[in-house]
């Protein structure tokens, strides 16, 4: 049951929201939600989630896996009944609640930024990383002081302030690897490798965890090779997409857009972009190149500022056929993006799982991907998998430009394969884990048995014909 200061939340909430430009009609609903889901766990306890993900975001302008992933997940928990706290980093300190359905997402932001004038981007970021970490401890134990937490479940590899907080407050850890730090860090820039010994210290708290998930089989793998983790404690449950956003609604274009969507990093094949755009747009003067990989306002190396110089150069030689999106576009813009392309590439050199490329699937986009990581489990035979190589993805890419029935066969199967990710599932069978892990059996109704079980990834995420594209 909720102890009073649990109750005086909710109402301290609405007082808040009152100040907020709402209606009055907004400010009714939420206030009756509120009493609708206090009295609701007065008769029964709400099963309990600390949710740690540093990157969930406060504007619909994210496209990570680390922000997208906890943000669907957390959304589809509360709907199936659950009391959801976020723990997130923020410019400022505060806390707000949303009722969906049967449940609560209660988002505690964490300001965690450094206080010292620090003139180095990259210890900058990494500095504000860590000071989340600590703080975490302190957030995660004062809500387990209200009422305890069933389960905390973070997300990521700087998981020290997780270890901690579990002890500290004797609850069981859940921890989705989005990648594994160690052996990510090797693939970016000169700057970061500099700090691989500390990410590799601070990840090694993983093996502490109760249960682990990895959005791959690759991750898994790589997880079992490089630290002393029980394989029942290893789960594979992928990333989601969000299937009413991203379709095949509105999807005819005229143009031959050839789409990039990542983060301005080396380990998202950046520096193999310039090579790959100039010689396509030399190769096919029909077609365009659409770049989304912003670099306002972002944490970028001092050493890919040349990569951007390039970009310049490419824009100026072809300024209708080359599109960069330097500022952050939100989810809807993205998925527009993605509708409007004919062909999506993503030339990564290390991707734990390539939640864009499967976002481009599910709007019925063929794709040709690098045969890293995780890239070669999300595509399977509904699109081309390449070694990384700058030539052979511009020989892909002016064939499929040249072959309808080719790429339109792969955009059928990506759409169908796409299906198979959907968030509601995807929340289903963390759930299932959260019961495992916490040692509840999962009495909800109108659950089929199979949801309430894992269910290994051979049975669900790989498809019938297992025939890959190579060139």
Same mark, same amino acid.
């Given at each position: 049951?909720?102890?009073?200061?649990?109750? /005086?939340?909710?109402?301290?909430?609405?007082? %808040?929201?009152?100040?907020?430009?709402?209606?009055?009609?907004?400010?009714?609903?939420?206030?009756?939600?509120?009493?609708?889901?206090?009295?609701?766990?007065?008769?029964?306890?709400?099963?309990?989630?600390?949710?740690?993900?540093?990157?969930? =975001?406060?504007?619909?302008?994210? /496209?990570?896996?680390?922000?997208?992933?906890?943000?669907?997940?957390?959304?589809?928990?509360?709907? #199936?009944?659950?009391?959801?706290?976020?723990?997130?980093?923020?410019?400022?300190? %505060?806390?707000?609640?949303?009722?969906?359905?049967?449940?609560? #997402?209660?988002? %505690?932001?964490?300001?965690?930024? =450094?206080?010292?004038?620090?003139?180095?981007?990259?210890?900058?970021?990494?500095?504000?990383? @860590?000071? @989340?970490?600590?703080?975490?401890?302190?957030?995660?134990?004062?809500?387990?002081?209200? $009422?305890?937490?069933?389960?905390?479940?973070?997300?990521?590899?700087?998981?020290?302030?997780?270890?901690?907080?579990?002890?500290?407050? /004797?609850?069981?850890?859940?921890?989705?690897?989005?990648?594994?730090?160690?052996?990510?860090?090797?693939?970016?820039?000169? $700057?970061?490798?500099?700090?691989? !010994?500390?990410?590799?210290?601070?990840?090694?708290?993983?093996?502490? &965890?109760?249960?682990?998930?990895?959005?791959?089989?690759?991750?898994?793998?790589?997880?079992? !090779?490089?630290? =002393?983790?029980?394989?029942?404690?290893? %789960?594979?449950? =992928?990333?989601?997409?969000?299937?009413?956003?991203?379709?095949?609604?509105?999807?005819?274009?005229?143009?031959?857009?050839?789409?990039?969507?990542?983060? @301005?990093?080396?380990?998202?094949?950046?520096?193999?972009?310039?090579?790959?755009?100039?010689?396509?747009?030399?190769?096919?003067?029909?077609?365009?190149?659409?770049?989304?990989?912003?670099?306002?306002? !972002?944490?970028?190396?001092?050493?890919?500022?040349? +990569?951007?110089?390039?970009?310049?150069?490419?824009?100026?030689?072809?300024?209708?056929?080359?599109?960069?999106?330097?500022?952050?576009?939100?989810?809807?813009?993205?998925?527009?993006?993605?509708?409007?392309?004919?062909?999506? +590439?993503?030339?990564?050199?290390?991707?734990?799982?390539?939640?864009?490329?499967?976002?481009?699937?599910?709007?019925?986009?063929?794709?040709?991907?690098?045969?890293?990581?995780?890239?070669?489990?999300?595509?399977?035979?509904?699109?081309?998998? #390449?070694?990384?190589?700058?030539?052979?993805?511009?020989?892909?890419?002016?064939?499929?430009?040249?072959?309808?029935?080719?790429?339109?066969?792969? &955009?059928?199967?990506?759409?169908?394969?796409?299906?198979?990710?959907?968030?509601?599932?995807? &929340?289903?069978?963390? @759930?299932?884990?959260?019961?495992?892990?916490?040692? !509840?059996?999962?009495?909800?109704?109108?659950?089929?048995?199979?949801?309430?079980?894992?269910?290994?990834?051979?049975?669900?995420?790989?498809?019938?014909?297992?025939?890959?594209?190579?060139?």
């Amino acid at each position: 049951m909720l102890n009073e200061d649990s109750e /005086n939340e909710e109402f301290k909430e609405i007082i %808040h929201f009152q100040h907020e430009k709402s209606s009055k009609k907004e400010l009714k609903l939420k206030f009756l939600d509120a009493i609708k889901y206090s009295l609701k766990s007065l008769l029964k306890k709400p099963f309990k989630v600390g949710m740690v993900a540093s990157l969930y =975001p406060e504007k619909q302008t994210f /496209n990570s896996g680390g922000a997208t992933h906890p943000y669907y997940l957390s959304r589809e928990l509360a709907k #199936l009944g659950c009391d959801i706290h976020i723990f997130c980093a923020g410019n400022k300190k %505060h806390k707000k609640i949303e009722y969906l359905r049967e449940g609560r #997402l209660v988002i %505690h932001r964490i300001k965690s930024g =450094p206080t010292l004038d620090i003139g180095d981007v990259v210890i900058k970021k990494y500095m504000s990383d @860590f000071i @989340f970490d600590n703080k975490v401890i302190e957030e995660i134990t004062k809500e387990n002081s209200k $009422e305890r937490f069933d389960v905390i479940h973070s997300h990521g590899g700087i998981t020290g302030g997780m270890f901690i907080a579990k002890y500290f407050n /004797n609850v069981k850890w859940v921890n989705t690897l989005h990648s594994l730090e160690k052996n990510r860090i090797k693939f970016m820039s000169k $700057e970061q490798k500099k700090y691989y !010994q500390i990410f590799r210290w601070v990840e090694s708290t993983v093996r502490y &965890a109760d249960a682990l998930i990895t959005v791959s089989n690759k991750i898994k793998l790589e997880l079992m !090779q490089n630290y =002393p983790v029980k394989l029942e404690k290893i %789960h594979y449950i =992928p990333n989601g997409v969000d299937l009413e956003m991203f379709n095949e609604s509105d999807g005819v274009s005229d143009d031959k857009i050839v789409l990039y969507v990542g983060r @301005f990093s080396v380990e998202k094949g950046i520096n193999l972009l310039p090579k790959i755009v100039r010689d396509t747009l030399g190769g096919d003067s029909e077609i365009k190149f659409e770049v989304v990989a912003p670099d306002k306002n !972002q944490f970028i190396p001092p050493s890919l500022e040349k +990569i951007k110089r390039e970009f310049e150069e490419i824009k100026k030689q072809y300024p209708n056929r080359f599109i960069w999106h330097r500022e952050p576009l939100s989810r809807e813009e993205i998925a527009k993006v993605f509708k409007k392309c004919f062909l999506y +590439i993503q030339p990564s050199r290390y991707e734990a799982f390539g939640l864009t490329v499967l976002e481009s699937m599910a709007c019925g986009k063929a794709v040709i991907v690098s045969n890293k990581g995780g890239l070669p489990e999300v595509v399977e035979n509904a699109g081309v998998i #390449l070694p990384l190589k700058t030539n052979l993805f511009v020989k892909e890419i002016l064939k499929l430009a040249e072959d309808f029935k080719l790429r339109e066969r792969y &955009a059928r199967r990506a759409a169908e394969r796409a299906k198979l990710f959907g968030w509601e599932d995807i &929340a289903k069978r963390t @759930f299932a884990l959260y019961k495992k892990v916490s040692g !509840q059996k999962d009495k909800r109704k109108g659950v089929k048995e199979e949801d309430k079980i894992e269910i290994e990834p051979e049975s669900k995420f790989e498809s019938k014909d297992r025939g890959r594209s190579y060139l």
